[in-house]
């Protein structure tokens, strides 16, 4: 079974800060795919990300990077001198490549950011 | 904007009663899925369409069902509500034509009470 864990419930920061997310993942799938999505006060669930398991290069878009380690079986996101804008709740998700249940999402608990002016 | 349209945005129904939340696709995707977001369960995964046809189940309950029309357009359908169905509901759409941009874009969400 997959699971997905975000150990982090709430992150509190001041504006300029910057902040990682910690996303941890279990699955017995070799090829699977990561994503986070952020959902902000509106409520609505914005794509952010995905990355392909065969694809360990981090990425940097922006004020955001994501690091994937598949030997820690880890997927973390920072963002560099956060904004008042980026307060949120992030979600890390894991999806299986195959089988019958392609695509289905399987989502952390969340990450509730709060950034301060 | 993602694209994928649900209606309604609220709804407010009693105990008992049934509802139907519907989705209309991005333009061209095949695959629909259906999530549940509650406090307690967090955001849970209900059920998958793809070009008409269920692939997919999840954690949904007997008394909630969906279909997708050869529109492509979905209907999740919520009857014997209970107090405990209270929850915003997500619908995502993906092509699903597989390759490494086939991601799951999520529509605004419907938000459910039961009194």
């Known amino acids: 079974a997959q699971k997905v864990t975000q150990a982090q419930t709430e992150i509190s920061v001041v504006e300029k800060e910057d902040v990682t997310l910690d996303c941890v993942y279990e699955?017995?799938?070799?090829?699977?795919?990561l994503f986070w999505y952020k959902q902000p006060p509106s409520g609505e669930l914005v794509f952010l990300i995905r990355?392909?398991?065969?694809?360990?290069q981090n990425e940097i878009s922006g004020r955001y990077s994501w690091n994937f380690q598949k030997s820690t079986s880890s997927f973390n996101f920072t963002i560099t001198a956060s904004q008042v804008v980026d307060s949120a709740v992030y979600f890390c998700?894991?999806?299986?490549?195959?089988?019958?249940?392609?695509?289905?999402?399987?989502f952390g608990q969340g990450t509730i950011l709060t950034v301060h002016p | 904007d993602s694209g994928v349209t649900q209606t309604p945005k609220h709804l407010i129904t009693a105990t008992g009663q049934r509802v139907t939340l519907r989705c209309s696709p991005r333009?061209?995707?095949?695959?629909v899925y259906w999530y549940q977001q509650s406090l307690d369960q967090g955001l849970q995964f209900l059920i998958q369409y793809y070009n008409g046809e269920e692939r997919a189940k999840g954690n949904i309950l007997e008394r909630f069902s969906a279909q997708q029309f050869p529109d492509l357009h979905s209907e999740l359908n919520l009857s014997s509500l209970e107090l405990g169905d209270s929850a915003l509901y997500f619908c995502a759409s993906r092509t699903g034509r597989g390759g490494s941009t086939d991601t799951q874009y999520f529509g605004p969400g419907t938000r459910l009470t039961v009194l």
């Open positions: 998700a894991l999806s299986e490549a195959g089988g019958t249940s392609y695509g289905k999402l399987t």
């Open positions: 333009s061209g995707d095949l695959s």
């Open positions: 990355r392909n398991s065969f694809d360990e």
């Open positions: 699955t017995r799938d070799t090829t699977y795919y």
